[in-house]
């Protein structure tokens, strides 16, 4: 430590190199803890210099983050980051970030081929904006503010859903691996991260039910799945193969006896051939809750089951089809039938029309 005018400067070596950095203060103690901080930080691999760091340190910072909290979008972070925001943003130092970046960035990917949707970079975005906000939350800080990124307009209403044919054809030209998970989230409606965390001793086969635990929900609340309908054979064909060839591997939703994670390809591919291509899995969800209002399970229920906190956001799942509106005809069709016209009298031949006099 040494002073320069007033302030207290610290030295410290990172392989060999020497590094020169102000404490930003007179007084000798702030020195002592900063010069042992960058130690601390030199020896646990977590160095980097505020004037050098590179966006490339802070998408590392997020993925520290992610993986610390447990949070089950780390997989789907770290594509994200590997495939777009790295080779982009990495080399970038962080005192050389400007808004048109972003801009030039958001250009290039929306002159790609698939041109990704407004909600797909407005998630990437809040990656860099996430990590923006871990530098700026260290001590010392990595970054002196937090920038604020354009939001782009996004259509969150979708309209994609199934009928019961589509579901027998889409299930016939899926990859074996996946039948079981799209069969229990075509009844059930939960997310596929909630799905693809349920272990063999989550499944209780006697009383027909799934137990989601704490934790592994969106909400981290558990909840209880009911078992119904082509779930239970191909959960029982599920867990006789578990039994003979995979007992040491605990998921439910297993190829080759590992976890299942991502599998985009495979699904796109087997939506075109059914004739879906635009189907998303998570219009499963939006299947089910749909299904479920037909068999008129009560709404609390329904919610109970497929994780909905809010009515408000239920509502835009329990869209309507065409099919429920040619029921809806169908059904008034058969009242103004059965009743209305039990109402009317015919006037008689040569009766005056109401209204008007003779």
Not at 201 to 230: A, W
Not at 265 to 275: E, N, P
């Amino acid at each position: 430590m040494y002073l320069r005018g007033r302030i207290w400067w610290i030295c410290y070596w990172k392989g060999g190199k020497p590094y020169f950095e102000s404490s930003k203060s007179c007084i000798k103690a702030d020195a002592i803890r900063m010069l042992k901080l960058r130690q601390g930080q030199i020896v646990t691999g977590n160095f980097v210099r505020a004037d050098r760091a590179t966006m490339g340190d802070l998408f590392k910072l997020v993925e520290e983050d992610y993986a610390a909290r447990e949070c089950h979008s780390l997989y789907e972070t770290k594509l994200r980051i590997a495939r777009h925001l790295k080779p982009f943003f990495g080399n970038l130092r962080v005192a050389d970030f400007e808004t048109q970046h972003v801009h030039r960035y958001v250009g290039g990917r929306q002159k790609a081929e698939p041109r990704p949707a407004n909600a797909t970079l407005n998630r990437e975005l809040a990656i860099v904006t996430r990590a923006f906000r871990i530098a700026a939350e260290m001590t010392p800080p990595l970054v002196g503010h937090v920038p604020r990124m354009p939001k782009l307009k996004e259509d969150n209403v979708r309209t994609g859903f199934l009928e019961d044919e589509q579901y027998r054809t889409l299930l016939h030209q899926l990859p074996d691996y996946l039948q079981l998970l799209f069969v229990t989230a075509f009844h059930v409606g939960c997310r596929k991260g909630e799905l693809l965390l349920v272990q063999w001793p989550q499944v209780d086969f006697k009383s027909k039910e799934i137990r989601l635990r704490p934790g592994t929900t969106k909400n981290d609340e558990g909840r209880t799945l009911p078992i119904y309908g082509d779930m239970l054979p191909w959960l029982e064909m599920a867990y006789a193969q578990h039994q003979a060839k995979f007992q040491q591997c605990l998921w439910v939703f297993q190829k080759d006896g590992e976890r299942i994670k991502s599998f985009r390809k495979a699904w796109a591919s087997a939506c075109t051939r059914a004739g879906v291509p635009d189907l998303l899995f998570h219009d499963l969800r939006r299947s089910a809750v749909r299904n479920m209002e037909r068999a008129g399970i009560p709404r609390k229920m329904a919610m109970a089951i497929s994780g909905h906190k809010t009515e408000e956001v239920y509502r835009r799942y329990a869209m309507v089809s065409p099919r429920d509106i040619r029921d809806a005809a169908a059904k008034m069709e058969r009242f103004f039938q059965e009743t209305i016209t039990k109402t009317i009298t015919v006037p008689a031949t040569g009766a005056s029309k109401p209204g008007r006099s003779n």
